[in-house]
Each structure stands twice: as C-alpha cells, then as structure tokens.
C-alpha cells in the first residue's frame, strides 16, 4: 500500500473546550472581489514589492475565504507543570488564501506583508511550539508535497501550483470544509521566534524564520532556519495566524504579554520568553 494521503482524527473534539475560538477581524468579503485564482495570476510578471502590496490590499479589503475568519481552540500546557492550569491559543484553520470558498489558493508572503496583515486583525504569527501543538491537535494532517526547489520557487506559477496539489489531495481524501475543521501538515510556517534579532547568520541581517511542515510521523521537515532574508518567500511558506488573545487558566490576556513572562511564556514558547514577538516591518522593500 501507498503512503496515506492525510492522517484525519479526532483529537481536537476530545479537548474539552469549544473547538470554534475567536473570530479574525477580516470585513465582509466585497460581492465584486476577484477569486483567488484571478488575484494571484494578475500578479505573475511584477516586483515584490507590488505584489505583496497588491495582496496586502486584497486580503485588508475582506477578499478571503469564509474559513480563514474562525479560529479554532489549540490547547496547550505549561511541560514543567502538566498538571496545572491549562492554556488555549486560536489558530486560523488553514494558511492564508485569498478568494472566496469555492475559488481560493495559497498566497505565500514575506513576513513584512504577514505582519502588516496581523496588525490589522488582531493576529499574530505562531511559535514553532505553537505549530507543533497546530499540527497534534489537527482534525486533518496532510501529506507535504515538495516541490524540486530551483529560480521558479519563489514565482506565481509554483504557488498556483502547490495550491493545485493541495486541493487535489483534500479532493482525493473527500475532505470537505466545515466550522472548527484545523488542517496542518503542508506548508512550512512562518514563525516569531528570538532568531528574528538573535544568532544571525552571516549576510542575513533581517531573515525570515521558518518552520513545520510535518511528515506524518509528527517530525518536521524544516528545522527552525533564519538563513533567508526577510524578502524571501516560497511556494512552501505559509502564513497561519492566531489570534492575538490566549487564555491561560480562565484568564484572557494578550499573546505578546504571555510571551515575555518568564513563566507563561512556557505554554506558547520553547525558547524561553520571546520579548519582541513580531517582524520589524521594513517600510523600504515589499511595504
């Protein structure tokens, strides 16, 4: 036998909290927005900079699916104490696409155009413990599908392309979209980490740092890496937003106040405590 296509389970109804979590403060869709396929295709021939700022506008203005506005309940657990108080975050149910419900795809960015997005819907990037507690607690785990890597990459038709084998693999496995339904497994992510600031490699003074993209055995094919600049972004990288509020114990408070206490910051953090949990937006290259 061949290798599954997806691992589905059942784990997130089994959390004992509510699976469907906060909402992200994306507007109504506009009834004249372009599907994604449209949106992203325009884009093939042009710079960076007006591709993200093309994208940025689109995904602001509400021309995102219906499943990229919920967020779904992910517990998490302080491991010096697992018997404690639990935690939950809310993650988006997939990486972010542009278009409606039955036209969307994948839209890989630089984490300048991430961020400026998570700004303005209340999110946040994850951790990498965070995209692994994501990918545990997976209604829906799929199978990574590389790409050979070489110059096309980081180009329009490679993305439109990684979207194509992703729908084929949901179609194929007759995964049908519904409320509280977290998929993982098939992008890398794009994560806040201190490797934004700290153990810099040598002529990558602002990277992007990456993670995930999980084989089914629960191992990551991506290490942490902060080795590309923060221009860099390829058909694998996915941007999956959480919201910016946790709960921790039946107390709500802010992810980035989580983060920089040396004790909370345990549920959400394997680093230790992340002070600057965002990307310094370069307003120079890809606004």
Known sequence: MGRPAIIVGICTALLGHSLLGQTLAFPPRPADAPGGREVLT????????????SLFAQIIRGNVPSFMRETIAVSAVDPSS???PPATFFAAADYLCAGSDSDWVYVPMTPDCAQRIAARVHASLPTRRMVDL????????????PIPPGPAMITVPVFLQHTDSVQTQMAEARIRRKPGLLIAGHKKDVIISNSIRSGLRPGVPAPVVIYGWHRQDGTPIQPMYNGHQHTWADYSHGIRFVSDTVEIGGRRLLLREALADSVLCRFFSDEGPIPHPFYPIDTTSAR
Not at 134 to 145: S, T
Request: glycine share 4%.
């Open 42 to 53: 325009s884009l093939t021939d042009v710079p960076l900079a007006v591709r993200e700022d």
């Open 134 to 145: 994501i990918y545990q607690q997976a209604a829906v785990r799929l199978r990574p599908q």
């Open 82 to 84: 697992p018997d404690g």
